[in-house]
T-cell receptor, first 112, second 115 residues
Framework: DVKVTQSSRYLVKRTGEKVFLECVQDMDHENMFWYRQDPGLGLRLIYFSYDVKMKEKGDIPEGYSVSREKKERFSLILESASTNQTSMYLC???????????FGDGTRLSIL | DQQVKQNSPSLSVQEGRISILNCDYTNSMFDYFLWYKKYPAEGPTFLISISSIKDKNEDGRFTVFLNKSAKHLSLHIVPSQPGDSAVYFCAASEEYGGATNKLIFGTGTLLAVQP
């Protein structure tokens, strides 16, 4: 079974802090993705990566950056956290194009 | 503008009956569609998918139907069980530069199966 592990289930940070969310997958998947889930808005794609050191903007990249130094690890960075970034953050990976994405259990991030 | 729409925020069904969840999309370039199920405090779990070259795909109690002319997707669950109670997301795939594909998700439908 594919395992996508997000480092924290719950996180509370303060406005202006730099926040790191970590995601690791154990199935040698090429593609990794970061989403946020908000009530009434579904899942929205923040950033994705289809290879090591490659990163592409999704639909809502503003205020975020990512890092993929190793194939198995994909980090989401909030450069200067703001209250409108309070959300559930979900990481996913897929083996290749047109293969299902497999999700971690999410990190519920609160920015105070 | 929402490219993938789930117009029913919630659905309640009796155990043993059929659940039908609907999804509409606007982009005719979408070529692969998926359904995910999500329980509270867990990540979405992949359920079933369908390529745009097909109009039906079945996996046990779950069947997905695709009507390309209407740009409409539906998920049928027969028979419905209380453990099926969850939020269901449909997603449509668009190719990204030949390297991978991106998923566009709907807003979800909360299914409640009553015992």
């Amino acid at each position: 079974d594919v395992k996508v592990t997000q480092s924290s289930r719950y996180l509370v940070k303060r406005t202006g802090e730099k926040v790191f969310l970590e995601c690791v997958q154990d199935m040698d998947h090429e593609n990794m993705f970061w989403y946020r889930q908000d009530p009434g808005l579904g899942l929205r794609l923040i950033y994705f990566s289809y290879d090591v050191k490659m990163k592409e903007k999704g639909d809502i990249p503003e205020g975020y950056s990512v890092s993929r130094e190793k194939k198995e690890r994909f980090s989401l960075i909030l450069e200067s956290a703001s209250t409108n970034q309070t959300s559930m953050y979900l990481c996913a990976s897929s083996l290749a194009a047109y293969q299902p994405q497999h999700f971690g259990d999410g990190t519920r991030l609160s920015i105070l | 503008d929402q490219q993938v729409k789930q117009n029913s925020p919630s659905l309640s069904v009796q155990e043993g009956r059929i659940s039908i969840l609907n999804c509409d999309y606007t982009n005719s370039m979408f070529d692969y569609f998926l359904w995910y199920k999500k329980y509270p405090a867990e990540g979405p779990t992949f359920l079933i998918s369908i390529s745009s070259i097909k109009d039906k795909n079945e996996d046990g109690r779950f069947t997905v139907f695709l009507n390309k002319s209407a740009k409409h997707l539906s998920l049928h669950i027969v028979p419905s069980q209380p453990g099926d109670s969850a939020v269901y997301f449909c997603a449509a795939s668009e190719e990204y530069g030949g390297a991978t594909n991106k998923l566009i998700f709907g807003t979800g439908t909360l299914l409640a199966v009553q015992p």
